[in-house]
C-alpha cells in the first residue's frame, strides 16, 4: 500500500530565506506526486505535480519541488519565503497502475517569520 | 475556485443524528473523492466514485455511505454520528486521467454535540 511520510510537524522560517518542506513516500511502481496547500478555514489548493519526467517541477506561487527516485522524496522548496506562505502543506501520492486512492500526509505548518 | 461545490459549509448536529454531505464536481469530472480531516487524524481517504461506481475504499466507517448519482453530483451519509465524527469533510474532484490532478472543495464542518 502507498504511504507518504512529512516528517516535520512544523517548519519555521525567515521571510526572504529559502524554504523546504520535506516529503518521503512508499509505492510498490511508479508515483504521482502532488503538493497541496490549506490556508485557515479553506480547502486544499493544488500546487504543484510530478508525473513523469523532468525531476525538478515548478508550480504556483513560486514554488518548486524536486523528484528524487532513489531517495523516494518529494521535497517542497522556494527561494525565498513570503509571510503570506505560511500555511499547512500537504504532499500526496498516487500509484500508478493501481487504484485511484491518493494518500496525503499528515502536514506541515509552514511559519513564515516577518 | 476550484469548481468543486460542498454544502452545507457547517452543520451542527446530535449524537445519534444522521447527516447528508453534499458534493457537486467540477465540470466535467467523472472522479469524485471524499475525505475527512480531523486534528488528531489528518486527512484520511474515504471513498471514490467514479461515473456512479465505487473505485476505492479507504479508512471509511460501516457508519459512513456514500454514492455518486447519474448526474455525477455525490453525497455521503453520515449515521449514528458519535462525538469523535466532527471533522471537516471534503470532496474532491478529477477527470478520468493519468496523473490527474484532483481539485478540493471548501469542505463541510460537521459539529457533533
Known amino acids: 500500500a502507498q504511504s507518504v511520510a512529512q516528517p516535520e510537524d512544523q517548519v519555521n522560517v525567515a521571510e526572504g530565506n529559502p524554504l523546504t518542506v520535506k516529503c518521503t513516500y512508499s509505492v510498490s511502481g511508479n508515483p504521482y506526486l502532488f503538493w497541496y496547500v490549506q490556508y485557515p478555514n479553506r480547502g486544499l489548493q493544488f500546487l504543484l505535480k510530478?508525473?513523469?519526467?523532468?525531476?525538478l517541477v515548478k508550480g504556483s506561487y513560486g514554488f518548486e519541488a524536486e523528484f528524487n527516485k532513489s531517495q523516494t522524496s518529494f521535497h517542497l522548496k522556494k527561494p525565498s519565503a513570503l509571510v503570506s506562505d505560511s500555511a499547512l502543506y500537504f504532499c500526496?501520492?498516487?500509484?500508478?497502475?493501481?487504484?485511484?486512492?491518493?494518500?496525503f500526509g499528515k502536514g506541515t505548518r509552514l511559519h513564515i517569520l516577518p | 475556485d476550484s469548481g468543486v461545490t460542498q454544502t452545507p459549509k457547517h452543520l451542527i448536529t446530535a449524537t445519534g443524528q444522521r447527516v447528508t454531505l453534499r458534493c457537486s464536481p467540477r465540470s466535467g469530472d467523472l472522479s469524485v473523492y471524499w475525505y475527512q480531516q480531523s486534528l488528531d487524524q489528518g486527512l484520511q481517504f474515504l471513498i471514490q466514485?467514479?461515473?456512479?461506481?465505487?473505485?476505492a475504499k479507504g479508512n471509511i466507517l460501516e457508519r459512513f455511505s456514500a454514492q455518486q448519482f447519474p448526474d455525477l453530483h455525490s453525497e455521503l451519509n453520515l449515521s449514528s454520528l458519535e462525538l469523535g465524527d466532527s471533522a471537516l469533510y471534503f470532496c474532491a474532484s478529477s477527470t478520468r486521467t493519468a496523473g490527474n490532478t484532483i481539485y478540493f472543495g471548501e469542505g463541510s464542518w460537521l459539529t457533533v454535540v
Open positions: 500526496a501520492v498516487r500509484d500508478k497502475g493501481r487504484d485511484d486512492k491518493i494518500i
Open positions: 510530478y508525473i513523469t519526467g523532468d525531476n
Open positions: 466514485y467514479y461515473n456512479g461506481e465505487e473505485r
